[in-house]
């Protein structure tokens, strides 16, 4: 990945105001619908923008699943607001960030799982909530200063997600909030948020699959870069026109 290539394009994408406010419209249905369906849920696209946009029930449909793209929606306006104020993460946002994402759907919101967890589909096993998981987790969040100095941006952005669901520290949602996270570091950098689309997912674990098991970062690095690249390419595209 010709990460300095993707920085050029970046610094050399036309400034259009008015281009950006109606792309993180649209991009937040977007992101919403692709980041949940990784998870289980089945609402369509146009569900998804009924429920963000117009904050319709939609029939058919539990509770549940109308809550979670209500609250990615809520969890990505918060971390857009964040990263324009120049906020850098911490624990105290991700902690809020979780709590977004899992109101109204779990009591346990912004809490640290207190059990064990086990990921269906992979023989990685999380680290133990009782000695193991803690002192990970506060490595983490100091690594989040240190790291700069080691990784490029995109590389910071993909360690990020790839270290916090390595940890997996919350009994739910750990997948939609390290999403999260990452597009918080990508446009606390600079670049444009990206969406790891549902029907690439197997790529996409594979490819955290090798971080959880020798913590190899290139193969998802170079695979977040691959959509930073695109997006930034697609953008540069749209506002030229």
Known sequence: MNYKEIEQLKISLPKAETYIANYTSAFDVKFAHHSTAIEGNTLSF??????????QSI???SLREIY???????????ICDQVQQGFSLNEEKV???HRLLLDKIATYAGTYRANDVF???TDYVPPSYDGEMYPMLRKFYEDLSVKTMIYNPIEYAAWTHAEF???HPFNDGNGRIARLLLNYQLMFNGYLPIIIPFEERNQYYQALQVYDHDHNLEPFAELIGKYVYEELKKTAKY???
């Open 239 to 241: 506002i030229r026109r």
């Open 95 to 97: 902690k809020k960030i």
């Open 46 to 55: 146009i569900e998804t923008k009924l429920v963000i946009e117009d904050r």
């Open 59 to 61: 029939g058919g449909k």
């Open 119 to 121: 990921i269906s589909g």
């Open 68 to 78: 979670e793209v209500a609250n990615h929606h809520d969890a990505f306006m918060y």
């Open 165 to 167: 669901v390595h940890i």
